[in-house]
Every structure is written in C-alpha cells, then in structure tokens.
C-alpha cells in the first residue's frame, strides 16, 4: 500500500498545485495600472437584454449587470479616466439619447455613414456572423462563402431563421432578407433563442446569428451535440459610438487610445477569453472527434490502473481504489481546465512560449487561432 500511498500524495499535490496557479493567473489578470480617475465627469451609457454581450446573472438583481460588452467597456473608460454609468435603454432610444446629449456613449454598433456623422465612433472589437444548422444536416451545406450560402437556400428552398431588424455583418445577406421576394425562406423572430427552438422543433433548417451569441445559448440549452455551426466567413468591425454634444474631441481621442492600449493586455485577453469559452466548446468537447478522444482517454485509465495495481503488488480490494483514484483524477484534469477559462487562456500562453510535438501544435492551433482571431 506504500505505493498506493504515494499516488495518493501525487495526486494532492497536484490538485493543491493547480489551484495555486489559478489564484496566482487570477490575481495577475485583475492587476491593473494606477489610473487617476475623472470624478467630476461619470460618462452614461446604456444596455438591453442580449446575452452574453450585456445580461443580467440574476435577472431579479439589477447589480449582477455582466456580458462582453459591459466589460469591455468598464475597462476601455476606466483606462480612459472615466467611470461609467450603465442604465436601461432600448437601442432604439440609445441612439436618440446619444443625438440629444442625454447619454454618453453606446457599445455594439456597425459602420454607416450616418452614424459617422451623428456620432464620433472607435472601433473595439469584431464581430462575426455563422449560420447554425442540425449537425446531421451540415454536410449537405457545401457553400463556402455568402454568394454560395444565398445562392443554395433560394436554390433548394431552405428555411432560415433571423431576428427581425437585426442588421448582420453582410450587405448582401441584409438586401436578401428584405427583399420580398424571400419571403417564403426567410423566418423571422424577436431573439435568437426563438430561432434556437425553431430549429430544434423542425420550423426551419438552419438560423444566422452572431458566433458568440449562437454558441452562448447552444450551450446554455446543452444542444451543443445537436448543433453545430457553419461559418460563412462574416466579419465586420464593431464600434463604440460616443455623443459630439457631451464629448470633447480631446476626450474622444483619449478613449481611441485606451482602446488601442487595451487590445494587447492581459486584462482584454481575460475577457475576451472567457466568452469566446462556449465557441470553443462548440468545436471541441461537443463534437464525435473529441467523444471518439475521451472513449480512448477512459480506456487508457483503465489500462494504467491495472498497470499501477500490479507494480504496486495491490490485492483484488485495492485495486478498485487505484482505479478510482486515477479515474477521479482524470476527469478532476478535463473539468478543471475546461471549465476555468482563465487556465484555458494560461494554457495557451504556455504552449505559445514552449515548442512542443508538431500534431499538438496543428491541433491546438485549429482551436484557438480562428476564435482569437474574431478579435
């Protein structure tokens, strides 16, 4: 048993380790720089219910307000020397409030001509939008790029789902939706939880949404093994409008430079990080690839258990608690980092400053370089 003993030590200081370094990431991510803070100028912003970019964690408490959006904004204003105060607007009323002078600034915005006018606009992330379809049914979808996506469902008839007045990162697609002459394809919805149902119930074959926003509420309903995503390669920049009656130019400028400060921190990668998690889930552990990984993972820990048991000469009653030990500790390791989003972004800083075995580096270059890149 000296030598059960000794796996059982292992396997403490193992644990003991890992919680060590994710206090020692957390307390470094949430370092910051001295910032004297403009007190006398609170900037106003607003929000509306779209999760995960601006929610609420309890819906019954207005002080859980949390998301993408509202993060990154605390942090590029903070960095600014503003504070903030974040109310709730609906996005129509927010732009008229910003026109007026009522509101500040405003986060989520695409480009136009008009808004560059009203508006002095920074640009703070990108936004990409895919189209989410029944896993079984993604290898009929051959189309590649938007003219071939628009192309195959007018083609064959396919029902797609959208929000009704949402405008997507595609000028082509936006033209498609209004035309009438769609009308008997096109489906639309006040969210895209609706259109998450709709294609779970058989109403349409596929929906068009934000990455982020289609992965979050896969996750959230856990239909991730139902759902997979195909991306038509939309991409637009994403921007903060602020208001030319309350804002100075030179307060204009200070905030176009906190975001280009912010892009490269550590404190961006955090946030960032945290809700690109269900995207990453999306291609990993939901898939047949990852399930077909973990069928091998659990026969290999019954292997080695049976290979500690007899290295360790244990008995038929030992061999049991080895067993389990090592299948606890197995999926203690895949839980952990999967479900702490702060060991995935540390797992993959240390594998970008260490050279590791050429098909590691392929595999997990395919998981991370394209979510990375939507930013």
């Known amino acids: 048993m000296n030598c059960f003993k000794r796996i059982i030590f292992f396997v403490v200081l193992i644990c003991l380790g890992l919680l060590n370094l994710e206090a020692r990431l957390q307390a470094q991510e949430y370092k910051t720089d001295h910032i004297k803070l403009n007190v006398d100028h609170t900037l106003k912003g607003g929000w509306y219910p779209w999760d995960p970019f601006q929610y609420l964690k309890n819906p019954s408490d207005s002080t859980t307000l949390t998301g993408l959006d509202i993060e990154l904004q605390k942090l ?5 020397g503003f504070l903030v105060e974040i109310a709730p607007v609906s996005w129509k009323q927010h732009q008229e409030d910003l026109k007026t002078g009522k509101r500040d600034y405003a986060m989520g915005a695409f480009y136009s001509e008009e808004r560059a006018r009203d508006f002095y606009m920074a640009p703070y992330r990108f936004e990409e939008n895919s189209l989410f379809a029944l896993r079984k049914n993604l290898a009929k979808f051959t189309f590649s790029n938007v003219k071939e996506f628009l192309t195959y469902i007018r083609k064959n008839n396919v029902k797609v789902g959208v929000v009704e007045g949402y405008r997507y990162g595609d000028t082509d697609i936006n033209d498609f939706i ?8 096109i489906v639309k919805s ?8 709709f294609l779970l119930n058989g109403n349409i074959q596929a929906f068009l949404a934000d990455r982020i926003v289609g992965s979050t509420i896969i996750w959230r309903q856990n239909v991730g093994r139902n759902v997979g995503e195909k991306n038509l390669g939309i991409k637009a920049p994403i921007y903060m409008l602020m208001s030319k009656k309350t804002l100075t130019e030179s307060q204009f400028h200070a905030i176009s430079q906190s975001i280009a400060k912010i892009k490269h921190s550590s404190e961006y990668a955090r946030v960032v990080s945290w809700y690109l998690y269900p995207v990453l889930l999306l291609e990993t552990t939901e898939t047949d690839w990852f399930y077909i990984i973990e069928v091998i993972g659990i026969i290999a820990f019954a292997i080695s258990g049976l290979v500690v048991a007899y290295g360790c000469n244990a008995s038929l009653f030992d061999f049991p608690f080895i067993f389990i030990t090592l299948f606890w500790w197995r999926n203690l390791a895949r839980c952990y980092f999967w479900q702490v989003p702060s060991l995935v972004h540390a797992g993959k800083l240390l594998y970008s400053s260490c050279s590791g075995h050429c098909g590691d580096r392929i595999l997990l270059n395919k998981v991370y370089s394209k979510k990375c890149a939507s930013f």
Do not use: G, S
Request: glycine share 0%.
């Open 76 to 80: 590029i204003l903070k960095k600014a």
């Open 178 to 185: 209004n035309d009438p002459k769609n009308n008997d394809i």
């Open 190 to 197: 006040e969210t895209d939880d609706h259109n998450l149902n």
